[in-house]
């Protein structure tokens, strides 16, 4: 079944329509929520649900201007902007980055550096403010096109142009700031 | 001509996406311009390397379970305040006088609640078919304990697993499933109707519980007609060489850990033996809901754990990873003694691998680094070798 008939078929309360819009797109909603959170795995968890509650209640509303996966992130940058403001979670999430690198070994000081680079990163990343960071998580991280992020968000394509713009501009200026 | 550099905004603007991308045409030439671009696009390849925390399948299973429980207790259809407010008066008194089945979308009418409580384990696997007032949640894998309310004469509450269906009014019981296949009901209070599909129809009351009949003998076990080569250590046949190629093992040589038959050993001897065959000629299906029988059969018979690792197996090569991983890590839970638990490690490993979680990979690479095959110390050492690194192209920093 397309994706399109899955969320058609979703609006009519199908729960197992639902079920399978889970399946179909859960990964890429926790990828994408949890480097827009900076992997904070209680609240990913909450927002994933809550993403989908919120596209089983919307589903009606979905008109088949961008794809249903820009869509359901779209949803989800809207929940997460609603649900998640303290800044000691902030601080929180970035501490995490440096804890998730992968058990496999690299050579260490490799990996030493890379650790550094990462945080920096991250922590460019979790300053930005939430309309910036979702612009470059979706755009340059995700790898959705730019237009069908308009379209997911209802906004202009020059305003995500925008707000992509200030987002690479800050991550790259603290990259250079860290000397690397 | 003079080059004009672009701006930093037009700058960005060419940049899509693609690390690889040659430069565009106009600022090639220029190094200012290039330094930029190179800068960009470090920064995008810096961020894209920040971990991906994905949740484990058990992790994912829950909160799906958790999502259905809260979707179905949710009202439906949504209340939509604008919509009752446009509604004319006439179209109102429709909906009042009880033409909910036309005009659900007014939001006037609210779907019954549930009656019923349900806890999963861990890694079970179920969906809500349909809701109150007759309630049913299918079950593939795994364990529900359900506390269901008195449903009163119009409610009623189905757990269907395969073809085989559940019914109960009001009761707590437990029911368990593996690969669509019905393993046991247990009743703790209430009365519970168990309608197998094919099966003696059974009604259980409290303390009682029910399980599938053993497969029926059509003649004792005799050796599979696999004969593969057999190593030393501990009459394992010779695998292929990792990580992720097919497997090519058998299964164990007659008489090397079995029992003399009795009637229940010959039964799972002969379920193991249809699952085998099953598995030989790439139904995988079949074989997976095969070796499910065996280990229900006999969750501590002697053919139980090898019965695990081929089930998981079954189900990998049936290109469920998800479900693999799930029936890998049953297996390894259930019979941590097991002679299998090396390449079932490796197997999951390699399967965690895929699914980017690597940490979870990497401590099982590790528990099987000494096991006493070769060949699976081989793949765990390879599961921990650093990933190599992608070549540089098109004047993009060597640095990160």
Known sequence: ????????????????????????????????????????????????????????????????????????????????????????????????????????????????????????????????????????????????????????????????????????KAVRAALETSGR | MSHLCPSESELSRMFHGDLDAPLPASIA???ACRARWQQLVRAVRIARALPVDLPSSARRDEVRAELLARATASPWPPVRRPLARVVGPAVAAVVIMGGLALFRTAGRSRPPRSHVTVHAQPATRYEVASAPPDETLRLHDGTINLDVEPLGAHGSFRVLVGDDEIVVRGTSFAVTAASDHLMAVAVTRGRVDVRPRRGVEALLGPGQSWTPAPVEVVAPFSQPAIAPALDNERHRPARASLPRAEWQTGPPPPGA??????????????????????????????????????????????????????RAVAIARDGSPRRAIVAFQQMLAAYPASPRRGEAAVILGWLLVDAHQLDEAAALFRSAANDPAEVVRASARRGLAPPPRAPERGGVSGQL
């Open chain 2, 257 to 310: 850990r079995l029992r003399p038959s009795t009637e229940q050993t010959v039964a799972e001897e002969s379920a193991y033996n249809d699952a085998w065959n099953a598995l030989r000629a790439s139904d995988f299906r079949r074989a997976a809901a095969g070796f499910g029988r065996v280990i229900a059969l006999a969750p501590a018979g002697a053919l139980a754990d090898e019965a695990a690792f081929w």
């Open chain 1, 1 to 168: 079944m397309s994706d399109q008939a899955l969320l058609a078929a979703c609006a009519t309360g199908d729960m197992a329509a639902l079920d399978a819009l889970f399946e179909r797109f859960h990964i890429p909603l926790y990828r994408f929520l949890g480097r827009l959170l900076s992997h904070d795995r209680p609240a990913c968890d909450d927002l994933v649900q809550a993403t989908f509650l919120e596209v089983r209640r919307v589903a009606r509303a979905f008109r088949g201007t961008s794809s249903v996966k820009t869509w359901i992130l779209g949803i989800g940058s809207n929940v997460a902007r609603h649900q998640v403001r303290s800044e000691r979670r902030r601080s929180a999430r970035q501490h995490h980055y440096a804890e998730g690198l992968s058990a496999i070994s690299v050579r260490p000081d490799e990996q030493f550096e890379q650790r550094e680079l990462l945080q920096q990163a991250a922590r460019a990343l979790g300053d930005l403010p939430h309309h910036q960071r979702v612009a470059f998580v979706l755009c340059d991280l995700e790898q959705v096109p730019g237009v069908d992020v308009a379209r997911a968000l209802g906004v202009p394509e020059g305003t995500i142009w925008r707000r992509l713009h200030v987002a690479r």
């Open chain 2, 29 to 31: 030439l220029c190094e």
